[in-house]
């Protein structure tokens, strides 16, 4: 058994802690039972494991995620890279040629694609086990669909029609995000939300993409990528498929993809260094920064504070903040990679200062960059510099210089934070060579 999470999404709804290289499925805001934080890949990924303990897991993901994935999960995952973003259908052919070609998963592999971000108790994962199990156990319909029974007539999601009002039975029908008012009706006729769960044999995936892309070569799709079509999963098979049926499912499901609906699953109300005063009400306050944030007075709000700006807002208007965000056009101050993170500390038009934490044991490319010198001051811990071949120790206190064309990589022998100060007339994120050892 298989299961896939797609998480290949941009982050903007969660503004300003979410960005393009974090999404909201990677933000630490969930408190484990001893005190510490997890995002929400790491819980779903925790469940599933608890749920399906022999499951093997795939996350396919876009490419500016991947250390992202391997820093919060480590080796517990395979990652399936998608060179861009071409929507859903593309993002489950590629992965599932991934599974047979590079993992040698058999044509008659149960698999079960989900998204990576829904907040779900466990019950959900092993509702998604039944499904594959009645998939291995040969069931009469091709796909298998997951159905949420609807709590109120949303507008956000789209509907699927059942013939039946229990347990799983055959799909009469599709409908996209109706009003409230059609949605209601929808719902009166047992119609469920639609929950992004998909279920089949593995090569019931590779057959639609030689029918619709012309290939289920893992190589042939990989190269194509880019020219495929941005199509749904959804639109491309399933609205098309005769042999289909879905499962009802009762239990906890939420779609936290904005700040509103996040607010109601998260167990503080405050995060960070926040005051607020005993007038406040149903107020939450997310503050990653080092300053103090004071709240007086305020009720039904969401105030989060990053270092790429802060929003006060609403509740209810928090989820219409997709276009003002895209127009503020803020570079990301703060990502997480495999090696450690950074944060951007200041911008200046001929300078730029980064705190880089790398973890014990962890490195950065060798590389270098053609426009622009750097220093490096050790600011904690320990490690080791290497400057065009030469290799050497450096300590709390140390500077180090290094010149435009020198290639450059730095090794931490404990936790080591460093200051980078870049300078130069043109500083650019793709200034960067990374050394490659066969070339002579």
């Known amino acids: ?40 890949i790491q819980r779903v990924v925790r469940q599933v494991q608890n749920a399906v303990p022999d499951v093997s897991i795939t996350i396919a993901t876009a490419r500016e995620q ?16 998608e060179p861009c973003r071409r929507d859903t259908f593309p993002a489950i052919a590629l992965v599932s040629s991934y599974l047979h070609d590079k993992c040698d998963v058999s044509y008659d592999e149960p698999i079960a694609i989900c998204p990576a ?47 039946g009002r229990t347990g799983q039975s055959p799909v009469r029908a599709f409908k996209e995000k109706p009003d409230e008012e059609l949605a209601a009706r929808y719902i009166e006729n047992g119609a469920l939300w639609n929950s992004g769960v998909f279920v089949f044999r593995l090569g019931y995936a590779l057959d639609k993409s030689r029918q619709l892309l012309g290939s289920a070569s893992y190589e042939e799709i990989l190269h194509s990528y880019a020219a495929l079509p941005k199509i749904s999963f959804d639109y491309a098979v399933v609205e098309k498929e005769d042999s289909i049926a879905v499962q009802r499912y009762s239990g906890t499901w939420l779609d936290v993809g904005t700040w509103n609906t996040l607010s109601e699953v998260m167990s503080e109300y405050s995060i960070g260094r926040v005051t607020m005063d005993e007038a406040c009400s149903n107020v939450h306050v997310v503050n990653t920064l080092s300053v103090p944030v004071l709240c007086m007075g305020m009720k039904d709000a969401i105030v989060a504070a990053s270092p790429e700006g802060i929003l006060v807002a609403d509740k209810d208007r928090s989820s219409a903040m997709k276009p003002y965000v895209e127009n503020l056009h803020t570079p990301v ?20 200062t980064i705190k880089i934490t ?46 435009r064309g020198s290639f450059h990589t730095i090794r931490a022998e404990t936790l080591l934070k460093v200051m980078e100060i870049q300078t130069g007339e043109d500083i650019d994120v793709e200034d960067k060579i990374v050394w490659d050892s066969s070339v002579k």
């Open 333 to 352: 101050m703060y990502a997480e990679k495999s090696w450690g993170e950074f944060r951007i500390i200041d911008t200046e038009p001929k300078s730029l």
């Open 117 to 163: 971000d829904p907040y779900v108790d466990e019950e959900f994962f092993l509702s998604i086990k039944r499904l594959l199990t009645s998939i291995e156990c040969g069931a009469s319909a091709n796909l298998l669909l997951m159905g949420i029974e609807p709590t109120y007539p949303s507008e956000k999601y789209g509907y699927i029609l059942p013939t």
């Open 358 to 403: 790398l973890t014990r044991g962890e490195s950065l490319t060798y590389h270098k960059h053609e426009y622009r010198d750097e220093t490096w001051t050790v600011i904690e811990g320990g490690g080791w510099v290497k400057l065009d071949g030469n290799e050497f120790a450096v300590a709390e206190g140390q500077t180090v210089r290094i010149p």
């Open 66 to 81: 991947m250390s992202l994935i391997r820093r919060q999960l480590g080796n517990q995952v395979n990652i399936s890279i």
């Open 1 to 40: 058994m298989q299961i896939v999470l797609l998480s290949g999404g941009a982050g903007k709804r969660l503004w300003p802690l979410s960005n393009d290289l974090y999404s909201k499925q990677f933000l630490r805001l969930f408190k484990r039972e001893d005190g510490t934080r997890e995002s929400m």
